[in-house]
């Protein structure tokens, strides 16, 4: 499926195994500043939890379209891999709904993703049998992104996904350019670098054995997603700097995604990563504390929130602005 000729869709997704690193809401805003910058942009909400749904659609109006996702005219993602989860045909193309952002849409959750995700493991087996189901199954979701966002003319497609390392992440960041490591500034973020390296080596090495063995004409996701920077997030500020303990954390972080992500990915591709994560912190999103619960009731940016003081709201709008400008930037050179 070709991609469009006019607009080089960017898929990225902020990814980080252990919870509690602020995906959701940095994603969400995030969207938002990159829309309000001119940007055309596609929220995927790939967690069955739906939270990021939430955050852009009114309570009742998430649950009618869960309520009919089973429906031909069903709008959520679980409304277009149902057909392959249940053998009954291709992926069904739906259209993303609008937000009150203007360039900003939606493809709703859906908590039956995760039958989806259950299917995707017999998928993965199949592939590496040369099963034609294994192909289809493992790429849908890809090519359900690449249908839309090249008929909608989409700049950026930002995936929201669960805190696992389960099958639905591995096909998400296998369908993406680019991924952003955000982390937590605490001992436990530290430690979930580990293993997020081992992980995400581990997805790229078996998908190119799998691309090896699948035949020329299927659509498959190149898997070859490459490391855009990390953000340090949820850190309090104490007379303009990073509060302790917390600044100690963030430089063991960088040196810890340099160890154990960056220097196991360039052992498969050395475009993959860069050779040191120094200098590849692409912003920086403190603890916005009151005005972050605020975005989530009112469904609006959190620099746009009603309450909260004008200092709060200025200064998430430069972080945001800032994260965006560093992002467009980034991908806007490969």
Known sequence: MPENTSVITKRIVLYNHKGGVGKTIITANLAYMLAQKGKKVLIVDSDPQTNISAYFLEENVLDNYL?????DSGRTIWSAVRPIVQAEGDI?????LETNQENLFIIPGDIRLSEFEIKLTDYWRECFERKIT????????????TNISSSGNFHYVLYDVGPNIGPLNRSV?????YFIIPAASDLFSKR?????GVTLSRWISDWQVILSLAPQNIDMMLGFPRYLGYLPQGYKIYRGVISSPASSYVSQIERDISEHVLTLLREINENLAPSTSTGSRIGEIKDFTQIVALGQQEGVPIWEVTKGTPSQKTMAKEAFGILANNIIEKTSQA
């Open 134 to 145: 294994g192909y289809r199954g493992t790429n849908a979701l890809s090519n359900l992104i």
């Open 92 to 96: 069904n193309i739906i259209e993303p």
């Open 67 to 71: 309520d009919n996702s089973d429906n």
């Open 192 to 196: 979930a670098l580990k293993t997020l």
């Open 173 to 177: 960041l296998l369908d993406c350019d």
